[in-house]
């Protein structure tokens, strides 16, 4: 059993909650700076701190690309990988740290996943497929064999990448935005 925090407090952190908790882990707090958030679904609600629950794995629970980037770079827990036991991932697939796979979700043979990908409900990533970090894949789309997806793009709900497609990165720079966790 792996101990879990989620930096996050809305919807999409919710979903990774119940995604842990169903894989037989267990969720010990969420993370987020809204101070009227003291708990979600019974479980405690604080401020981002290095020091609380320093042995867990964490994970961003936060839908948007460039703030997921932004919040990575400064948390100091150790990513993990949420994988719903409803999500279908061959054996050889690549999944970088940080990243979710939810209920539904298809990954087939010598796929990469970078890091911080969120891959939703009933997505189908194809064979070959190399997804960039910080992507997010909404709900029922379909990626084609051997497409890649640069980093920081989001392919909307039930939307299809063409097999051998390109996409290139959504971000401009590497810059990352100055947060203050503390």
Avoid at 74 to 100: L, N, R
Avoid at 107 to 120: E, L, T
Avoid at 161 to 179: N, Y
Wanted: aromatic fraction near 8%; charged fraction near 20%; glycine fraction near 12%.
């Amino acid at each position: 059993m792996i101990d879990w925090v989620i930096y996050g407090g809305g919807g999409h952190a919710r979903v990774i909650g119940d995604a842990i908790k169903l894989g037989g882990d267990r969720l010990i707090t969420y993370f987020d700076d809204n101070k009227d958030l003291h708990s979600i679904n019974n479980i405690p609600v604080f401020p981002y701190h290095e020091s609380t629950e320093d042995q867990a794995k964490i994970i961003i629970g936060i839908g948007n690309n460039e703030v997921r980037r932004n919040i990575s770079k400064y948390i100091v827990h150790d990513f993990g990988t949420v994988i719903h036991p409803k999500a279908t991932v061959a054996d050889d697939v690549i999944i970088g740290e940080g990243s979710v796979i939810l209920a539904g979700a298809v990954i087939q043979s010598g796929a990469v996943i970078g890091k911080h990908v969120v891959i939703n409900g009933n997505v189908t990533i194809d064979h070959d497929v190399v997804i960039g970090d910080f992507c997010s894949i909404y709900p029922n789309s379909y990626i084609g064999g051997g497409a890649k997806i640069g980093a920081g793009v989001s392919v909307e709900a039930c939307y299809a990448v063409a097999r051998l497609a390109a996409i290139p990165s959504a971000f401009e720079t590497d810059d990352v935005e100055e947060l203050d966790l503390y």
